[in-house]
């Protein structure tokens, strides 16, 4: 291969990394007959970056014929660009079945073979959506494609190669990830491409020793392409761009940059990294490239902490905080081009920490509120269908699918208006159509984008004499906000060995132990007793976090009683759900109980008599109640006719999913319409207008994972779907106590007693029949209590 082609090979392998979003190179050569109009339209896209129309040009076509594969390649491209990864990947599936049949000459960077780039952009994007184990397959087919002959292909091989290290490293196994990277460096190129490939090197193993946290190798291997400076010079000169004001290569110069400066930042030099970070955050181009900007934001708040500026470094965290939800997705769209995934949620607690130092609780609650609806954004970032109801459902959804578009436009690597929060031609920016759809349909806008309430919108929204016991960590640490009267008092709980103190209380519990009450008083000394301004609270809103929503806080030991006996609780996954809790209005009244229990699940083992018991009885005693049992509770007749009850008892076997939030589900009987497993994915695709759903069977599991998004996601999925409360249980609880407990707690709900105060009156009365917790302890009530 030429030098000249070796240049377009540089610019293709660089932007198909991720790493530079340079006009494309465009070439129609090979021999390939093309279609001229076609060719020039996507010419000119491509050399202005503008991917997004060259996604709606190809896709247009693709609808009336079937694409060449140069256009397709040049779709498959534009999506990878566009971080579009559900529609690549199946474009990539194309385009490999035709490369095997027909041409594999490409538009785009003139490449004679695209093979290979197949599966490196498949490889790039396995990276980034954490899929580590395919992204090393992908990378590694590449290397076998090019079968040790790297003659023409050098660019091809050294990124396979830091795609390798970096997958490999990502997944756990520095090792190997150390290993590829020293192969990396040892590649073996001919004088010509070794020039031409060497910022591509350079940067290639930057990422990977980044990925390995090691910053000396970083500086020392971005400091070797010693010529790279010159390179931009010269070209920009040549290509005329210095003359416009411009850098052909401002797209490599910001992750170069960001690498730089954090590996300067991290071993010790950080008069240079300050210099450094306020020079590549002044560069016009920063802002548009949305996935490095907030982490190089919050980098000079780091420099800024490190300075002991605390007023610069709260600045610079909450504008990387702005930047960040500006984002939907959780998807790491730089893994791949900085070697590593930026940790959002650490941004927020070190604001948060910063603000506490600095005696502005009210404002550090705020954030914390904001950390969870991030944290909920990021749990429900691969979904893109959410049931949308009300007077102005249309509008919204119309409205949700131009916010989706303009995120991912954001989050795309492409060239943009220096003025990237606003929309081109008059049309809306981002942010009119986020605050449109607040209005329009506030619940999902929560969902895709953050929104909180200030503690006074959230103590506005509080029951009568109600205070919020919050509870939020990060890092090690863990803090308890005592929001009450306008006032919020903070208190740092100690964590060494809480998950030992939480998982002894459970297994104390579970197996019925007679030290229950020791463990119990532990976790109340650790938990509620350091607590400052308490005492005085008798109705409480908690919020957990992590591993506390595996906590039965009604069944923590003061020394004296219960927690439960003194308190009335109810949960929320954030404080800020209580904007979101209004008790539904329907034009017809609903009947007033569906209880499904002992659903057929084809295998005798799994059979729950009791709760076929349970449902029965309850059932019996509220009027205008239906039964489903067997093979009649089944997912089908729950989602047909779950809208119509007031009252929804489901009494069957439930799976928290700690590894996977939105696949925990509820077992029902499966039939030909649907397979049986109810999982909060679904619920949120569901319209209900309960006004209490009770999930009596369900139970979670300590596993290794402990981070709560597992009962966060199926409890958020019900309140979304319309339900006003759930009541579910932590542990599987004896059958016998179940239907007393459910029984007294119907009774009291006929009498109109509210539902926090019915459920821990059940519980205490069945505590006196049953005095050990784990009978009685293991419901809570999520919602408005009312």
């Known amino acids: 291969m030429n030098r000249a082609g070796r240049l377009q090979r540089i610019v293709g392998i660089l932007a198909f990394a991720g790493v530079l979003a340079l006009p494309a190179c465009v070439s129609p050569g090979g021999g390939v007959r093309v279609d001229r109009d076609v060719y020039a339209e996507v010419s000119a896209y491509a050399t202005t970056g503008r991917f997004d129309e060259i996604e709606r040009t190809l896709e247009a076509i693709a609808r009336e014929r079937e694409l060449s594969n140069q256009e397709r390649h040049a779709l498959c491209f534009a999506h990878a660009k566009t971080k579009r990864y559900d529609r690549l990947l199946p474009c990539l599936d194309k385009l490999e079945a035709g490369l ?4 594999r000459h490409s538009w785009l960077f003139g490449l004679e073979d695209a093979t290979p780039v197949v599966y490196l952009m498949r490889a790039v994007a396995r990276v980034d959506l954490a899929q580590y184990s395919e992204a090393r397959s992908e990378a590694k087919r590449a290397m076998d494609w ?3 002959d790297y003659d023409g292909f050098g660019d091809i091989a050294i990124e396979a190669l830091a795609v390798q290290s970096i997958a490999a490293t990502l997944s756990g196994d520095p090792e190997r990830g150390r290993a590829l990277a020293r192969e990396l460096e040892a590649l073996d190129l001919r004088w010509g491409e070794a020039q031409d490939f060497a910022t591509t090197r350079s940067l290639a193993l930057a990422r990977a020793y980044a990925a390995l946290g090691d910053y000396r190798e970083v500086l020392r291997v971005i400091r070797e392409d010693e010529h790279f400076e010159w390179r931009v010079w010269a070209d920009n000169l040549f290509s005329g761009a210095s003359l416009r004001g411009a850098s052909n290569w401002v797209w490599i110069e910001l992750p170069r940059g960001f690498l730089l400066n954090r590996a300067l930042f991290e071993t010790g030099d950080v008069d240079a990294a300050r210099s450094g970070l306020d020079k590549l955050l002044a560069a016009p181009a920063a802002p548009a490239n949305g996935e490095i900007f907030w982490m190089m934001l919050y980098d000079r708040g780091r420099v800024a902490a490190r300075d002991g500026d605390i007023a610069a470094a709260i600045r610079y965290f909450r504008q990387a905080i702005e930047v960040i939800e500006l984002q939907r997705s959780s998807i790491n769209t730089e893994a791949a081009k900085i070697g590593f995934v930026g940790d959002k949620q650490v941004v927020y607690a070190e604001l948060i920490e910063m603000l506490l130092a600095s005696g502005r609780n009210n404002t550090a609650f705020d954030y914390m509120e904001r950390s969870k609806a991030r944290a909920l954004v990021d749990m429900l970032a691969a979904k893109n269908d959410f049931v949308v109801t009300g007077p102005r459902s249309g509008e919204a959804r119309e409205t949700f699918a131009r916010l989706k578009d303009a995120m991912l436009e954001r989050q795309a690597q492409v060239p943009v208006s220096a003025d990237s929060t606003r929309g081109a031609g008059g049309q809306m920016s981002l942010e009119e159509i986020r605050a449109r759809l607040a209005v329009i349909a506030p619940d999902l806008a929560s969902l895709i984008s953050v929104a909180s309430l200030s503690t006074s919108d959230v103590e506005a929204r509080l029951n009568k004499e109600e205070a919020v016991l919050e509870y939020y960590g990060h890092g090690g640490k863990l803090y308890a906000a005592l929001l009450d009267q306008g006032k919020v008092t903070v208190t740092e709980i100690a964590t060494e060995g809480l998950a030992d103190d939480v998982r002894a209380f459970r297994k104390a519990i579970d197996e019925r132990t007679d030290d229950v009450e020791r463990r119990s008083r532990a976790l109340y000394d650790r938990l509620i007793r350091p607590v400052r301004g308490l005492a005085a609270t008798g109705n409480l809103l908690v919020v957990p976090h992590g591993i506390l929503h595996y906590v039965s806080f009604g069944a923590l030991h003061d020394g004296r009683d219960y927690w439960l006996a003194r308190r009335s609780l109810r949960f929320l ?9 209004d008790t539904p209005q329907q034009a017809t009244p609903p009947r007033h109980l569906l209880a499904i229990g002992n659903p057929d699940l084809g295998d005798e083992r799994f059979d729950l008599p009791s709760a076929q018991r349970e449902v029965e009885a309850i059932s019996a005693m509220v009027p205008d109640s239906r039964a489903l049992v ?36 509820l077992l029902l009987a499966r039939d030909e319409d649907n397979d049986g497993s109810l999982t909060t994915d679904e619920l949120y695709n569901l319209q209900l207008d309960a006004d209490m759903v009770t999930l009596s069977a369900c139970e979670t599991g300590l596993g290794t994972v402990l981070t709560g998004d597992d009962v966060v996601g199926l409890t958020r999925g019900f309140l979304y779907a319309g339900a006003s409360n759930i009541v579910a249980s932590l542990w599987q609880v004896d059958d016998d106590a179940t239907t007393m407990l459910m029984q007294n707690y119907y009774r009291r709900l006929d009498t109109g007693e509210p539902k926090r105060h019915a459920l821990r009156h059940a519980q205490l009365a069945t505590r006196e029949k049953y005095p050990h917790p784990f009978f009685w302890a293991a419901f809570f009530i999520t919602g408005n209590g009312r």
């Open 100 to 103: 095997r049949k027909g041409s």
């Open 146 to 148: 090019l079968g040790g």
């Open 573 to 581: 996954p954030s404080a800020s759900v209580v904007g979101f809790l």
């Open 630 to 665: 067997r093979g009649e509770a089944s997912e089908t007749e729950f989602k047909r006719n779950a809208s119509r009850y007031r009252y929804l008892h489901i009494a069957s076997h439930g799976e928290y999913n700690a590894d996977n939030a939105l696949q925990s589900r």
